[in-house]
């Protein structure tokens, strides 16, 4: 890895350039370079990992243009081979003006890695700064009170220089890239259904969606859970505030345990906190099948996106919280993607997932990391996960303040907590664990070990989130282990008797 740092617009103060780029020399302490451009400055922080002549020294330079990346193109022979470049070194890196120059705006589309990469047209002045699907190299921008434009790799590089984006600003983008999202995915020629577990981000996906389509369009949402489990409260009340027909299921413990080899054969995992939360996913998708419906939409994403999980409560720092969420989003097709995609399509129901389109991410992972923290935005009295998120659409009576500001609570504690705690009783009554009995049946089924990540979780955590955890803390992916922050919302005044059932 390496370090990026550009100034361009009036007149760019070299030293001081410098001095920002300098506050990340951590990132590249082998090499700098501090190249005029164009209109500004490019300053690279060079790690030597490929080509360590000087050969392999950046920026860049082709004909006109001037490029610095930061990161791995894995694909650059190919794309070398493919496009007749020849390089003069050995760099994955050094393709990228000669790629430009040949495919212009293109260019991320064709790269295979992960990257951050500024490329100037030294001829025109035009500036072309792009990186990877998912931010998994960090890239930051911008403005001074002069109207000149920065970019660094690390926001430290920035703090002295730039005009801090107007919160207002913020939220507005958040809300508008949250409306076009669902928009872009509401078009289906069969009736629109909405999973509703009545937390944040399933919520905010079907009001939203009533807005788009008006009140007279006819809308469904489905919610399940143990007999009196927290969901059901809180979708209800959606339901009644949108304007939804409602369908509620309840499921036993003893259904819920008698899927679960069915569900692991369909999920294609041994992981726990995956089946605990495909199992009730997996009998929905029956029910919803069976009235007609093959498409719904549904929350998952956010809580990688926007740091929803209550153990980002524990981030030590911006970096770390940021870090967390690259790994989160990029580990998503061993988890939620997996669960949600598999649990539903096992009866033939397509799941579509507004957080996590590719426009709404850029939007998530370019907003500052601290509006993400759930110390940025505090709710009576309390730091609030999602914090920016629940402001930005805390507008035109979008949804009740109770669902709105809702403590995050995962599917698989949310469905009824006697749900994990059930499973675990269980298996401590038949002499197994739920590792050793999922494990059990992963291998009956004969699927390959290579496709399901380990490691130590604390609600849901990678083990770099489960590290920041308090002593004591149980090694558990629930939500409630997460003790200190997690409040019940399954109090005796809250049970209420489920009288739909079924419908």
């Known amino acids: 890895m390496c370090g990026i740092f550009a100034c361009f617009g009036g007149k760019c103060d070299r030293r001081e350039a410098v001095e920002n780029a300098h506050k990340q020399n951590h990132r590249g302490p082998d090499d700098f370079c501090c190249l005029e451009v164009t209109g500004g400055l490019f300053c690279f922080n060079r790690l030597n990992i490929m080509d360590q002549t000087d050969m392999g020294r950046q920026p860049f330079v082709y004909q006109e243009y001037t490029a610095m990346t930061n990161g791995e193109i894995y694909n650059h022979k190919s794309l070398e081979a493919e496009f007749g470049i020849q390089n003069r070194g050995n760099s994955d890196c050094e393709?990228?003006?000669?790629?430009?120059?040949?495919?212009?705006?293109?260019?991320p589309k064709r790269l295979d890695g992960m990257f951050a990469t500024v490329v100037i047209n030294n001829k025109t002045g035009e500036l072309f700064i792009t990186r990877d699907h998912i931010g998994i190299i960090p890239l930051y921008w911008g403005t001074d009170t002069e109207g000149r434009l920065y970019i660094a790799s690390e926001q430290k590089c920035l703090v002295d220089v730039y005009a801090v984006e107007d919160e207002e600003k913020v939220y507005d983008r958040i809300y508008d890239g949250m409306y076009k999202a669902v928009a872009k995915m509401i078009p289906c020629d069969s009736p629109n259904g909405f999973l509703l577990s009545g937390g944040l981000d399933s919520s905010l996906v079907a009001a939203?969606?009533?807005?788009?389509?008006?009140?007279?369009?006819?809308?469904?949402?489905?919610?399940?859970?143990?007999?009196?489990?927290?969901?059901?409260?809180?979708?209800?009340?959606?339901?009644?505030?949108?304007?939804?027909?409602?369908?509620e299921f309840i499921y036993t413990l003893q259904e819920g345990i008698d899927s679960i080899p069915q569900v692991i054969h369909k999920i294609e995992t041994f992981n726990a906190t995956t089946i605990r939360s495909s199992t009730p996913q997996y009998l929905m998708s029956k029910k919803i099948a069976a009235r007609g419906f093959k498409m719904v939409m549904s929350?998952?994403?956010?809580?990688?996106?926007?740091?929803?999980?209550?153990?980002?409560?524990?981030?030590?720092?911006?970096?770390?919280?940021?870090?967390?969420?690259?790994?989160?989003?990029?580990?998503?097709?061993?988890?939620?993607?997996?669960?949600?995609?598999?649990?539903m399509l096992a009866s033939g129901v397509e799941v579509r997932v507004p957080f996590l389109?590719?426009?709404?991410?850029?939007?998530?992972?370019?907003?500052?990391?601290?509006?993400?923290?759930?110390?940025?935005?505090?709710?009576?009295?309390?730091?609030?996960?999602?914090?920016?998120?629940?402001?930005?659409?805390?507008?035109?009576?979008?949804?009740?303040?109770?669902?709105?500001?809702?403590?995050?609570?995962?599917?698989?504690?949310s469905v009824g907590y006697d749900w994990i705690d059930g499973l675990k009783q269980y298996y401590k009554n038949t002499g197994t664990t739920e590792e050793q009995f999922n494990m059990s049946m992963y291998e009956k089924y004969n699927f390959s070990m290579t496709t399901v990540k380990t490691g130590k979780s604390v609600a849901c955590s990678t083990p770099r989130g489960a590290s920041w955890m308090p002593e004591g803390t149980a090694n558990d992916e629930s939500g409630r282990s997460v003790r200190a922050v997690h409040q019940s919302t399954t109090s005796a005044a809250e049970k209420q008797e489920i009288i739909c059932g079924d419908e």
């Not at 969420?325 to 988890?335: E, I, R, T, V």
């Open 95 to 107: 393709l990228i003006p000669q790629l430009f120059s040949k495919i212009g705006e293109k260019l």
């Open 357 to 413: 389109d590719p426009d709404l991410l850029d939007i998530a992972m370019t907003i500052p990391v601290k509006m993400k923290h759930p110390n940025f935005i505090k709710y009576e009295g309390r730091p609030i996960e999602k914090g920016v998120l629940r402001k930005a659409c805390d507008r035109d009576n979008l949804l009740p303040k109770s669902v709105l500001w809702r403590q995050k609570e995962q599917f698989s504690d």
């Open 299 to 343: 929350g998952e994403g956010a809580d990688e996106a926007w740091g929803g999980y209550l153990y980002f409560h524990y981030a030590p720092n911006d970096e770390e919280f940021h870090e967390e969420m690259k790994d989160k989003l990029a580990d998503l097709h061993y988890y939620d993607c997996l669960r949600t995609n598999k649990s």
């Open 208 to 247: 939203l969606a009533r807005r788009i389509l008006g009140p007279e369009h006819e809308l469904h949402t489905f919610t399940i859970g143990l007999e009196n489990a927290p969901d059901f409260k809180f979708a209800r009340a959606v339901s009644a505030h949108i304007g939804s027909i409602h369908h």
